[in-house]
């Protein structure tokens, strides 16, 4: 493994302001930690990409990440998770630590939910991947899941943020006969976490949502922690950057931080 110092970032990548849900939870659990978010605001959302193209954005992303001398790049996206976390490892390989936001809340629901029916919602790249469903079966925990995928979601959180004309979609894709009579239910969307007030809001309290951001956090911590990585010292910068500028994801880091963020522009694809 490359030889790193604590004071090195924590370089942090979606499509769009999904991620922000999990780098809010990362400043809040790690306040000294210095952070590089990289928003491909041009390819949003992941999630109705090909496997392939959502490699090549990865791939691309985790090489400016290591320019930007990173010591942990956190892939914090499920289509990306899904599809790219093996290839980015590889290419990583030992220049930096490599995570994604799927490990973390599939061991969470191994301790949590044991011989329990959890439902999960996530775009159709995450829910066709069949890797939460691998994983989990793989545990042998006695635990029944059932995926639904939400395409539309993630679009129309990044235009509409938590108003309500997201609600009509929520009560199209929740009443789902599949996503009846849980015990829990995972946002396996970065973007999700946005619009959870309105999902606990439908299920009436009467089902736990499993929100990934802490779980995701927490991890992140843990494992700096287990490398001696960890900032105690840092005063926490954070430094934006995205492939392509929308007004959807300036607004958002103003909101999920409230201070006046600023964001270059790095085109990545140009």
């Known amino acids: 493994m490359t030889k790193h110092t604590a004071s090195q970032p924590i370089g942090i990548f979606d499509s769009g302001i999904g991620g922000l849900t999990v780098a809010k939870a990362i400043v809040n659990q790690l306040p000294n930690e210095n952070l590089i978010y990289f928003g491909d605001t041009a390819h949003l959302p992941y999630g109705d990409k ?13 090489h400016m990440l290591l320019q930007q001398k990173c010591k942990l790049i956190l892939i914090a996206c499920n289509s990306a998770s899904a599809a790219a976390y093996e290839l980015v490892k590889e290419y990583i390989a030992s220049k930096a630590i490599v995570m994604n936001v799927i490990d973390p809340v599939v061991h ?27 994983k989990i079966d793989a545990l042998n925990a006695g635990i029944t899941l059932t995926s ?10 990044e ?30 969307c970065t973007h999700y976490p946005i619009v959870k007030d309105k999902i606990i809001h439908y299920y009436q309290n009467k089902i736990a949502i499993i929100d990934p951001s802490d779980i995701i956090a927490r991890n992140v911590k843990k494992r700096l922690e287990h490398d001696h990585l960890l900032n105690q010292n840092g005063v926490g910068t954070k430094h ?27 085109p990545l694809w140009e």
């Open 148 to 157: 639904h995928p939400t395409n539309l979601l993630a679009s129309a959180i």
């Open 159 to 188: 235009e509409f943020g938590n108003r309500d004309v997201i609600d009509s979609l929520l009560n199209e894709y929740l009443s789902h006969p599949s996503l009846q009579q849980m015990d829990a239910l995972v946002l396996a």
């Open 108 to 134: 969470f629901v191994r301790d949590n939910y044991a011989h329990k029916h959890v439902g999960l919602i996530g775009t159709k790249q995450t829910v066709n991947s069949n890797v939460y469903k691998k």
């Open 50 to 62: 090909s496997a392939a193209a959502i490699q090549a954005y990865s791939i691309k992303i985790a």
């Open 240 to 266: 934006f950057y995205i492939s392509d500028y929308t007004e959807s994801f300036a607004n958002g880091t103003k909101l999920f931080f409230n201070e006046d963020i600023s964001l270059e522009h790095y």
